[in-house]
Structures are given as C-alpha cells and as structure tokens.
C-alpha cells in the first residue's frame, strides 16, 4: 500500500485480534508486551497492521505457533513505519507483511543490523487507482487516466466540492495520490475515508447503489470478490519514477510483500524464528482468510483454526524440521 509505495504510515473495532480498520491504526509502538524480547521463554511477539490480508497472516501463524509449537503469542497494533523502531528495539520479535520501506530497510537491515530479512511472504501486492467494473463496461475508455477529466463531474461528491472524487483510506498512509492529482494535472479531490473499514463501507454503498466511484486499492484485498473493480491505467512504473515524492507521476509498482524479523530474534528465537522464516502462502489463502475475518465476520483465531484444519499440507511444511 517504494513502501506500499504504497509507503503507509491503512480507528479500531475490536474483533478478538485487533480492530478491522484501515492500514493505519493509533500507533501503539511505545505499548510494551510482555513477552517482547524475553530471553529462554517460549513465547512470541508480533507486529500486526490493521488492514485485513495483515490480519489474516498474524491470525494464521499465531494458531500455529501456539497450537503446533507450544508457544505464547502476543500481538501489538503498529503503524507501519513506526513498527520497524519497534522490531529493531525488540518491542516486537517479527513483522510479516511489509509493503516496502526502502529508508527503514537501509537504516536498519543495512546499517544498524538489528533487523533480519525474514524471508518472501509469498503475497505479491499492488496499488491503483480502480473503479466499478459496471461503471468501466459502460465507460471503457475511463480506464486510462487521460480520460478521467471526461469523467469528473459524474465522480463529484459532497466532500469533493466542484471536482471528482478519489477516494483513499486513512490520512495516515503516505500514498502517491495527493501528488499524482497535482502532477498529471486531474481535476480531482483526494478523499479520506478514515480507515480501511470505512473506505469498504463507502465502496459497498457506491455499488449497491451502482453509483460511480475511483477509489485508491490494493491487492491483495478481498474485497474484489464482493465488488469487481477495473484498474485505471497510470503512467507506467519506471524504477526510481517515486523516488521525488513531490514529483511523483507514475504508476505504483508491483511490490513482493516480505516479512521481517528482530535480528536477536532470528538469532536465538527457536522454532519459532524458523517457522515465522518458512512462513510462504499465497494471495489466494490469504484472501480466504481474510474473507472469512472481514465479511463473514469470524473471529481471527476462528478463521486461522478453520483454514488451518482444511491446509494440512500447506502448514505441515512451514514446522522446522
């Protein structure tokens, strides 16, 4: 959601794990749990981001830690950059689903070393620009951003005022959009929702509705089962194109999630540094996890124990030998 460039820093509703709201909840870095950094103990600390697919990993590999490998496990909510302080700090023992954060990396996997690459998640992600499947079947030519204009007063909401609408999540990512509005010179607004939450609940009333809406997105999301949306096409992603945030006028590039792990922790953390590093799924599970957490409305131990139960031949091969 280039970090997430989606570079985040996506206000919570307690389900049992944490609040499932955007990819930016209260920063909780100075929260200490009490089983961060305890030496000789088995038990686990995990950084999770309140966004759904986030979520669903902490949920899966937290079931598995305590029911396969006999492990206490903790969760903390952090935003995403202050999570990396905390996984260098030792508040936290493991990240497992970091969009990319190219400063973070070089200050503290490259520099410091207090924090070890813990391996691919798996999970490909993506960021855009999207719009409703139906709006973009009777529209086909909205799908490239030169002909968005054509489309603004259609798009126009209250909170908009005389532009069109792009709607995004909570204030706390550091996005693109702001920038490429300005740059590629569109007459649109940027719109926060709040969270990732509300930007659902926002995307699911445009589509009962079937009203037109571009919305800020990102894969993978779970979302896309319940609402098909089409992707505007940006200027192409070029390595180096974000780098100038004020001068971004590109497309967000395609992002291998990759997990992170306290460096004494990948040191000395068992069995289960081992299992968070074989940790390796795919959008597909995760989705299903995800959905089972957000729209049936399953508590995440009761998603994790579900798709845990019916993937033996996936997990089994994340134990350490």
């Not at 909510?77 to 990240?95: C, F, I, K, T």
Request: net charge neutral; aromatic share 10%.
């Amino acid at each position: 959601m280039a970090a997430r460039t989606r570079r985040l820093t996506a206000a919570a509703a307690a389900l049992g794990l944490l609040a499932l709201t955007g990819c930016g909840a209260a920063d909780m870095t100075q929260q200490a749990s009490p089983y961060a950094a305890v030496q000789d103990a088995r038990t686990v600390t995990l950084s999770v981001q309140s966004w759904v697919g986030a979520q669903a990993n902490v949920a899966v590999a937290r079931y598995l830690l305590e029911h396969e490998l006999d492990y206490r496990v903790d969760t903390v909510q952090v935003d995403e950059v202050p999570a990396w302080d905390a996984l260098s700090q030792g508040r936290v023992d493991a990240l497992l689903e970091d969009w990319g954060h190219p400063e973070q990396e070089q200050r503290y996997v490259r520099e410091k070393r207090t924090v070890t690459h813990g391996g691919d998640l798996g999970v490909t992600g993506h960021i855009g620009w999207f719009v409703p499947k139906y709006f973009a079947d009777a529209h086909p030519d909205v799908t490239d951003w030169r002909n968005l204009d054509k489309y603004a007063a259609q798009l126009r909401t209250a909170e908009s005022g005389g532009k069109g609408q792009l709607l995004d999540g909570s204030p706390s990512y550091v996005t693109n959009d702001k920038a490429l509005v300005e740059n590629l010179d569109l007459d649109y607004k940027v719109v926060f929702a709040g969270s990732e939450a509300a930007q659902i609940t926002q995307i699911r009333q445009f589509a009962k509705e079937r009203k037109p809406f571009l919305t800020y997105w990102y894969k993978p999301q779970w979302l896309f089962e319940k609402v098909p949306m089409t992707e505007v096409k940006l200027p192409a992603y070029k390595e180096g194109c974000d780098a100038d945030p004020e001068k971004v006028a590109c497309a967000y590039p395609h992002t291998p999630l990759r997990k992170y792990l306290n460096t004494g922790f990948a040191e000395k953390g068992g069995k289960a540094a081992a299992f968070l590093k074989n940790f390796r799924w795919t959008t597909e599970q995760q989705n299903e996890v995800a959905l089972m957490i957000a729209d049936q409305k399953l508590s995440p131990e009761a998603a994790a124990e579900k798709w845990v139960r019916a993937n033996e031949s996936t997990w089994r091969a994340w134990l350490p030998k």
